[in-house]
């Protein structure tokens, strides 16, 4: 079964502070994607990043940084130097590549409130 | 191209009424996706389009709701005798290609059903 969990249902921090959000998928697929989606208070999700199952190089992308590693099933997502324009709900989703459906597996999210 | 547009943003009906949601998918996306998401929940599947053909349903769209996409461009998502717990927020998304390739997923910005 698929499955994505994000333990941290909230997480506070002072601005310019490091903080990492986990994500934990389970998936009996071998060829699957990985994505992380910002929602801001807006309610629009907004794509972070996609990453295949063949590719475990770690990504930076300005203040992100994702590390993607198959043996812990994990796919953590750190932001760097934290702004409060980061507060929003952040999910980590799988999609399973069988039957090419492309639907989205999500997890609960993680309410990230960076605070001045 | 102003990316995915939904409407309503809002809708309040009464129990028993039946609601219709319209999502207008960026122009050239083949697929479109439908997903629900309540309070402090992530997005759930509902249903997905390929060019008009709808290719999936999941257990959650009861025989209450129904999804249409006419020539293969904007969709639509009809609720029938709503209840309570139909209240949620309804998300639309779209992509080029199956499994968001390249550019992930391209939400839009939901519509929020309340039902009363």
């Given at each position: 079964a698929q499955k994505v969990t994000q333990a941290q249902t909230e997480i506070s921090v002072v601005e310019k502070e490091d903080v990492t959000l986990d994500c934990v998928y389970e998936t009996r697929d071998t060829t699957y994607y990985l994505f992380w989606y910002k929602q801001p208070p807006s309610g629009e999700l907004v794509f972070l990043i996609r990453r295949n199952s063949f590719d475990e190089q770690n990504e930076i992308s300005g203040r992100y940084s994702w590390n993607f590693q198959k043996s812990t099933s994990s796919f953590n997502f750190t932001i760097t130097a934290s702004q409060v324009v980061d507060s929003a709900v952040y999910f980590c989703a799988l999609s399973e590549?069988?039957?090419?459906?492309?639907?989205?597996?999500?997890g609960q999210g993680t309410t990230l409130q960076v605070k001045p | 191209d102003t990316g995915v547009s939904q409407n309503p943003r809002h809708k309040i009906t009464k129990r028993g009424q039946n609601v219709t949601f319209r999502c207008d998918?960026?122009?050239e996306h083949n697929r479109l996706y439908w997903y629900r998401q309540t309070l402090g929940q992530g997005p759930e599947f509902l249903t997905y389009f390929q060019n008009e053909a709808q290719l999936e349903k999941s257990r959650l769209l009861s025989d209450r709701f129904s999804a249409e996409r006419p020539k293969g461009s904007f969709?639509?998502?009809?609720?029938?005798?709503?209840?309570?717990?139909d209240s949620a927020m309804y998300l639309c998304a779209?992509?080029?290609?199956?499994q968001g390739h390249p550019?992930?997923?391209?939400?839009g910005s939901g519509t929020r059903l309340t039902v009363v």
């Open positions: 590549a069988k039957g090419n459906t492309g639907k989205l597996i999500f | 998918p960026i122009s969709s639509t998502l009809e609720i029938q005798r709503t209840e309570q717990g779209s992509s080029l290609a199956a550019g992930g997923y391209t939400f």
